[in-house]
């Protein structure tokens, strides 16, 4: 069983940068596809960024697309997302999630494992 740990959610400005981690244990994070998904309250979790175990491709949903950066550290067992740009839209619960294998990044559905969230808020 993988475990999932994110943290360096906070309150930021509208323009400012936050990264957020996800420390896996259990697993190997370079042995799995890798996620971030947010989810605002009274709405779907959504897909935000991946990072894939079997080409080492990154995917980003448009709205963060060249704002937002993934990325993983073998060495520490930890993936990232690199937010810069931030908006107050950007609020949300961020929660990281691992999948042995899966096609449709994009869909919650696909990944195994998911930690527990990390709240980012955006003000204006």
């Known amino acids: 069983q993988v475990q999932l740990v994110e943290s360096g959610g906070g309150l930021v400005q509208a323009g400012g940068s936050l990264r957020l981690s996800c420390a896996a244990s259990?697993?190997?994070?370079?042995?799995?596809?890798m996620a971030w998904f947010r989810q605002a309250p009274g709405k779907e979790r959504e897909f935000v960024a991946c990072?894939?175990?079997?080409?080492?491709?990154?995917y980003y949903a448009d709205s963060v697309k060249g704002r937002f950066t993934i990325s993983r550290d073998s060495a520490k067992n930890t993936a990232y997302l690199q937010m810069i740009s931030l908006k107050p839209e950007d609020t949300a619960v961020y929660y990281c999630?691992?999948?042995?294998?899966?096609?449709?990044?994009?869909?919650?559905?696909?990944?195994?494992?998911w930690g527990q969230g990390t709240q980012v808020t955006v003000s204006s």
């Open positions: 999630a691992a999948a042995r294998r899966g096609l449709r990044y994009w869909n919650r559905d696909e990944y195994d494992y």
């Open positions: 990072f894939t175990w079997n080409g080492g491709s990154t």
């Open positions: 259990g697993g190997t994070v370079s042995s799995y596809q």
